[in-house]
Each structure stands twice: as C-alpha cells, then as structure tokens.
C-alpha cells in the first residue's frame, strides 16, 4: 500500500508564506499527474493544483492562481506546494493524491492555519 506524507503547515498570519511537502513510502508516483487538495472544516475536500509527469504543465483553482506554485522532484518522488500571498480562506487540512487516473489513500494531510 502506498502512503502518502504530508508536511511543512503550521500557523500564520496572512500575508504569510508556507512550504508543503509530499513524500511517499512505496510505490513511486513519478509518472502520475499528482495534485494538492484542502479541506476546510465543514466542507468538502477541493482540489487546488496539480502537476503533470514532467512538471511542464500545471493547473491551478482560481482562487490561488498567482499565489500558490506547484512543483515536482521526481528523482527524490516528492512534490511541493509553494504558498504565498496567504489568506484567512485558505485556512484548511491540505492533502496531496493522483489528480489522474491514479489515487491512493488519503494521507493524513498537514493542518494550514491562516490568521487574520
């Protein structure tokens, strides 16, 4: 079974700048179109960017667009979520997963916590 691992949230104040990582254990998912998704409390879960094998394409919700930047390590099978310009609605349990035809289990996800 694939595991996924998130890290690098935490608390702060908007304006604000965070680092997501994705590493997994297991199975490589270099050759996957991989995507970052968010839950905020009472909602569902959204997907926010993702990335295609090569890193040569990248999509993005309208609501980060300029703000967040997705990007890819193949050679060390990670992949980060670079967030700036942080606001109070981005407050959220952040996942990555396959945004392809390829999805494992949901990792535990790391909590970004944006203050006004």
């Known amino acids: 079974q694939v595991q996924l691992v998130e890290s690098g949230g935490g608390l702060v104040q908007a304006g604000g700048s965070l680092r997501l990582s994705c590493a997994t254990s297991?199975?490589?998912?270099?050759?996957?179109?991989m995507g970052w998704f968010r839950q905020a409390p009472g909602k569902d879960r959204e997907f926010v960017a993702g990335?295609?094998?090569?890193?040569?394409?990248?999509k993005y919700v309208d609501s980060v667009k300029g703000r967040f930047t997705i990007s890819r390590d193949n050679a060390k099978n990670t992949v980060h979520l670079q967030m700036n310009g942080l606001k109070p609605e981005d407050t959220a349990v952040y996942y990555c997963?396959?945004?392809?035809?390829?999805?494992?289990?949901w990792g535990q996800g790391t909590q970004v916590t944006v203050s006004s």
């Open positions: 997963n396959g945004a392809g035809n390829w999805q494992t289990a």
């Open positions: 297991g199975r490589t998912f270099r050759s996957e179109y």
């Open positions: 990335i295609s094998w090569s890193g040569g394409s990248t």
